[in-house]
């Protein structure tokens, strides 16, 4: 079943410790995001990659890594310096065709709550 | 400075009635705009965008490049209609980003 595949659902964290996030897709698409979603506050682009070995950051990259090394996974790493990092985190991809199209394809998210 | 603006949190309105979700953008290049849904336990997904010019569903939206708008409406809501609504912006190549998102709730 092709899609964007994130885990773990629900994450529970202490302060202080950093946690990564899984993003994989079978769609063979080259660009992938992550976003964070706060209420009220929409979806905020933390970094995104347009292909494997680079990848930019968004608007809210503080306190957050990514790595790019294989087409199918873009993981994302919340590290104690991200002050406020409790929220649902999205990833999504776009192919050659999404990509100047503005079509993302999202996964399920995951929602992480630092205690 | 880049920004979509969805003024309103919550809409609720009664099945027939007529809808109309608010985007504002700011864009110093040429706007290219989407509409995007995500109804209840369901991923977030492409409604519309301006460029195409379609009818999803029965929505509509027209990009009003003078008003900096992209209002998202519809002549008769439905109940299944109800879900969270973001107008989104692209900006450079392949970068878009999203408005704060309106819920609306349509009552039978």
């Known amino acids: 079943d092709g899609g964007i595949t994130q885990s773990p659902k629900y994450l529970f964290r202490k302060e202080g410790q950093n946690v990564t996030l899984s993003c994989e897709q079978n769609?063979?698409?080259?660009?992938m995001y992550w976003y964070r979603q706060d209420p009220g506050q929409g979806l905020r682009l933390i970094y995104y990659?347009?292909?494997?070995?680079?990848?930019q950051k968004g608007d809210i990259a503080e306190g957050y890594s990514v790595s790019r090394e294989k087409k199918e996974s873009f993981p994302l790493t919340v590290t104690s310096a991200q002050k406020n990092p409790t929220a649902f985190y999205l990833c999504?991809?776009?192919?050659?065709?999404?990509?100047?199209?503005?079509?993302?394809?999202f996964g399920e998210g995951s929602r992480l709550t630092v205690l | 400075a880049q920004r979509v603006t969805q003024p309103e949190k919550l809409l609720s309105v009664f099945k027939g009635a007529p809808v109309e979700l608010k985007c504002n953008y700011s864009y110093s290049g040429s706007p290219e705009l989407f509409w995007y849904v995500q109804y209840s336990r369901q991923r977030l997904q492409l409604l519309l965008r301006h460029i195409s010019r379609e009818s999803i569903k029965g929505f509509t939206a027209d990009l009003n490049k003078g008003e900096t708008s992209f209002h998202l409406k519809k002549p008769f809501a439905q109940e299944e209609d109800s879900a969270m609504y973001y107008c989104a912006l692209k900006v450079g190549y392949n970068k878009l980003i999203f408005g704060a998102g309106t819920r609306l709730a349509v009552h039978p």
């Open positions: 990659s347009q292909i494997v070995n680079d990848f």
């Open positions: 769609l063979n698409h080259d660009a």
């Open positions: 999504a991809s776009t192919g050659q065709r999404g990509v100047g199209t503005g079509e993302l394809f």
